[in-house]
């Protein structure tokens, strides 16, 4: 395997993941804009574009076009045979659609790349491999969240206070918006949510892809009007348009940057919630001891911390550990 300076990742030789590379089948991890590079280039040049069925239906909620006589949708679990490779996509928990991406060369070797992910051995499961391709976004050792268990109790107080005075907004990128809603309806908000533009039908595609969430408005159905008006209620806007947010209602900016607290305040109505949906660095250490590579490659066209990361494993594991592309 190996890791191009476009960020596609050769698995075997017959696949690429989350990048262009001329090989017959193109494999996307998930919808993020940094897994998805060149995607039309793979569209017209790759037999097959492959990803879960939640994965190719956003790709196209998100303006990308992967015809349906390209695309080939694979649950998780389900294994291809090409030229004695098989391959097969693994849960991750990232965003919504993400997986994990296996592949048995024909010498037998397992080769395993994680795509992005957080909470491994919980709900993302730890894959055992032979060579082991992990993302780095969080690869320094200052990268740590020893309060991660918090945060999602804090932001929910933090909501449910806000709440009984007035409307609150919650802005976050795709993806994270849909985690947040379940999140908080899981934790006993019941105000109704309103969503509008290209978020609605993000969320819409989320629940039938069985994110399971309820009471969602659209901003211009009656029901929503009526909801405005009363007062009560969660609106969902895309993280870009927290630069123009407003102060007649309490703020929340969903961000994976922050490694102080689970919540910080910005303003005197907004706050930063301390959201990730990748592993910290503690957790990426996890990851790689539970699986026991013989040799790991951290992800340097996306992070710049892949050789902090390696040289970490290298050092306390004893694990032969190199970043890519070098
Ligand atoms: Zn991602």
Same mark, same amino acid.
């Given at each position: 395997m190996?890791?191009?300076?476009?960020?596609a990742i050769l698995l075997g030789r017959n696949f690429v993941a989350?990048g262009h590379y001329d090989r017959p089948f193109r494999v996307i991890?998930?919808?993020?804009?940094?897994?998805?590079?060149e995607i039309?280039k793979s569209v017209r040049e790759c037999l097959s574009v492959i990803g879960?069925?939640?994965?190719?239906?956003?790709?196209?909620?998100?303006?990308?076009?992967v015809?349906?006589d390209k695309s080939m949708?694979l649950?998780?679990?389900?294994?291809i045979e090409v030229e004695e490779e098989r391959l097969?996509?693994?849960?991750?928990?990232?965003?919504?659609?993400?997986?994990?991406v296996?592949l048995?060369t024909k010498?037998?070797?397992?080769?395993?790349?994680?795509?992005?992910?957080?909470?491994?051995?919980?709900?993302?499961?730890?894959?055992?491999?032979?060579?082991?391709?992990?993302?780095?976004?969080?690869?320094?050792?200052?990268?740590?969240?020893?309060?991660?268990?918090?945060?999602?109790?804090?932001?929910?107080?933090?909501?449910?206070?806000?709440?009984?005075?007035?409307?609150?907004?919650?802005?976050?990128?795709?993806?994270?918006?849909?985690?947040?809603?379940?999140?908080?309806?899981?934790?006993?908000?019941?105000?109704?949510?309103?969503?509008?533009?290209?978020?609605?039908?993000?969320?819409?595609?989320?629940?039938?892809?069985?994110?399971?969430?309820?009471?969602?408005?659209?901003?211009?159905?009656?029901?929503?009007?009526?909801?405005?008006?009363?007062?009560?209620?969660?609106?969902?806007?895309?993280?870009?348009?927290?630069?123009?947010?407003?102060?007649?209602?309490?703020?929340?900016?969903?961000?994976?940057?922050?490694?102080?607290?689970?919540?910080?305040?910005?303003?005197?109505?907004?706050?930063?919630?301390?959201?990730?949906?990748?592993?910290?660095?503690?957790? /990426? @250490?996890?990851?790689? $001891?539970? *699986? &026991?590579? %013989?040799? /790991? @490659?951290?992800?340097? $066209?996306? *992070? &710049?911390? %892949?050789?902090?990361?390696?040289?970490?494993?290298?050092?306390?594991?004893?694990?032969?550990?190199?970043?890519?592309?070098?």
């Amino acid at each position: 395997m190996s890791i191009q300076r476009n960020g596609a990742i050769l698995l075997g030789r017959n696949f690429v993941a989350d990048g262009h590379y001329d090989r017959p089948f193109r494999v996307i991890t998930h919808f993020h804009t940094d897994h998805i590079g060149e995607i039309g280039k793979s569209v017209r040049e790759c037999l097959s574009v492959i990803g879960t069925r939640s994965t190719l239906r956003l790709l196209n909620v998100l303006g990308y076009n992967v015809p349906e006589d390209k695309s080939m949708p694979l649950p998780y679990g389900q294994k291809i045979e090409v030229e004695e490779e098989r391959l097969f996509l693994e849960r991750a928990d990232h965003v919504i659609g993400s997986s994990q991406v296996v592949l048995e060369t024909k010498g037998g070797t397992r080769i395993v790349y994680t795509g992005d992910f957080k909470s491994p051995g919980n709900r993302t499961p730890i894959l055992p491999s032979d060579i082991l391709v992990m993302e780095a976004t969080y690869g320094h050792p200052n990268m740590r969240r020893p309060f991660k268990e918090q945060v999602i109790s804090t932001f929910l107080d933090r909501v449910n206070n806000a709440l009984a005075a007035g409307p609150i907004r919650v802005f976050g990128y795709h993806g994270k918006i849909q985690e947040a809603m379940a999140i908080m309806r899981k934790g006993g908000v019941d105000a109704p949510f309103v969503v509008g533009g290209k978020v609605a039908k993000f969320t819409e595609v989320a629940m039938q892809e069985g994110l399971n969430i309820d009471q969602i408005l659209v901003d211009d159905s009656p029901e929503a009007t009526e909801v405005l008006r009363s007062g009560w209620y969660v609106r969902f806007s895309h993280f870009n348009e927290f630069r123009s947010r407003r102060t007649n209602q309490v703020n929340f900016l969903l961000s994976g940057w922050e490694f102080d607290s689970p919540l910080k305040k910005v303003d005197e109505k907004s706050y930063v919630v301390a959201f990730s949906d990748h592993a910290d660095f503690d957790e /990426l @250490v996890e990851y790689v $001891s539970a *699986s &026991k590579p %013989a040799l /790991l @490659v951290t992800d340097g $066209s996306r *992070s &710049k911390y %892949a050789r902090d990361l390696a040289n970490y494993i290298r050092r306390t594991l004893g694990i032969r550990a190199v970043p890519m592309p070098i």
